[in-house]
């Protein structure tokens, strides 16, 4: 089996079980804007999937591959981790949960937004391991998760205003001592 089926193979079988391991997430609303965003990121994702079969910057050395597998395994690695440190508080986007509980340990010690991160470093090695027109998809899925942090980050201190803003100034948003 190929690098680049293998790797396919992974982000396969990690949004299979992110599908299942939402049905125990807790219950939640997002509104009108936060579905169609999230219909418009589906069309995209779609869009990129479809063109990622390009084979036109494909790579092809040994260095990048090996770069590539290991960021998209911890990428992947971190998603889950978060998701799963995260327990029944995970949801959509942009989504208020009921009776929500703020999460700080785990992946959230480093970072307010690991699964995001963790997506992001993920997709970043899968362009490096298999094809660099999956930047493309980073930066469309960049934009997209800034966009609903700075929501979350809202909604966040709308829920928790004694705490969230200490979190938050001292927890950096995506990259750990960075951003």
């Known amino acids: ?56 910057l494909a790579m092809h050395d040994t260095t990048s591959a090996v770069l590539g597998a290991a960021l998209f395994v911890g990428g992947l690695a971190v998603a889950v981790w978060a998701r799963v440190n995260m327990g029944r508080n995970w949801g959509m986007p942009m989504t208020v949960k009921e009776q929500p509980e703020l999460v700080t340990s785990g992946p959230y010690r480093l970072v307010r937004h690991p ?30 998760f800034l966009y609903c942090a700075k929501v979350e980050e809202q909604l966040m201190t709308d829920q928790f205003p004694a705490v969230y803003p200490a979190y938050r100034n001292h927890t950096k948003m995506l990259v750990p001592f960075l951003l």
């Open 1 to 56: 089996m190929t690098l680049r089926a293998v790797i396919y193979l992974g982000w396969a079988l990690f949004w299979l079980g992110w599908l299942a391991a939402a049905v125990s997430a807790k219950r939640g609303s997002s509104g009108a804007a936060g579905r169609r965003i999230r219909g418009v990121a589906a069309i995209g994702v779609f869009v990129m999937a479809r063109l990622v079969h390009v084979d036109g």
């Open 115 to 144: 699964i995001y991160s963790g997506i992001l470093l993920a997709v970043l090695g899968t362009a490096l391991a298999v094809n660099l027109d999956w930047l493309i998809l980073l930066a469309v899925l960049g934009t997209y």
